[in-house]
């Protein structure tokens, strides 16, 4: 293999290990960082929920206290302030998601799902179980659900959630007697699930790696052309001429080529100048002999 041939290949082998390292570490890097993007986005949206709850609690139930005893209002149920806000928030971002699912709901469109029951039931073994993040395929691309536990930590909620009895006829009226009842203090009843699409983070993941990559490549095919350009002009094609021109004198017809011209200050300029010195003293001593 010639010198062009052995440069490329090594180059080429340092490339393809390189890229393979690189690529491994920059992909790991940038699809966690998507990840943790649509986590982020997901815990926005349920510390946005709580803050709705809270809303709720605090300033909307004291305000209708007195209509509440005369006529049931949904409006003042936490529940119900925050599924009812990001019901509106996801008709300007339909792929995103925010549910209050329990096992016995009171409202039955928030009854749990199998996958969604799964996952209470693990917030119910372990309660110091704060987060559960999960991912599931769908036609639109892959979502990924951040879900945290809706546990009852406090005794005013029984009185709408312990027995029909306790809770407002007007509620009765309205969601019967039969959901969402039974619930005890500190039990887990269900979990906040927030699911958000992951295709435009992985979209964009995508994109960043393959333009990092597609630069890299640029990056390694450009030094390895001005390096090629650099090895012909600087190192082969001089040898070449002065591997010919040695054939041409060790065959005994070249005495009179002219000297082998030498350009620049690198070893290759000093190997052509010893070449020469080496012809003259070869002609010198031929011409010795010979006379
Ligand atoms: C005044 C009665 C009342 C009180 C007090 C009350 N809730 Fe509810 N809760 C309801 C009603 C009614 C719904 C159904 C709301 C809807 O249709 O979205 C509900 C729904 C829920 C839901 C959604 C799942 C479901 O059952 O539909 C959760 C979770 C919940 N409540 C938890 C609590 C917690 C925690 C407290 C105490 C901080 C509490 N509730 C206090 C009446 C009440």
Redesign the pocket.
Known sequence: MGLRGKFNLSLLVVFLIGIGLVGAFSWRVISENARSEVINEAQLITAEAISV?GYT?NEIQPLLAEQ?KTR?L?H?????AA??TQRDFTKAFPDYTYK???L???????RATAEEAVIIEQFRKDPTQKTIITTRETPAGPVLSVSRP?????K??L???SVPGA??AS?ID??GPS??FG?TLNEV??A?IVSVPMQVALTRANTLFFSFMGGLTAIFAVVIILLNILLHFAVIRPIRAMSALATEISAGDGSDAPEFSVNGKDEIASLSQSFNRMRRSLVSAMTLLES
């Open positions: 709850r609690v509440s049931f949904p003042t149920i936490p529940a119900f599924t009812s209050e699912a329990a016995n709901p009171t409202n039955p469109g928030h809706l546990q009852i930590t406090n005013a909620c009185s709408c959630h809770a407002p509620m309205v969601y959901n969402g619930w009843i269900g906040q």
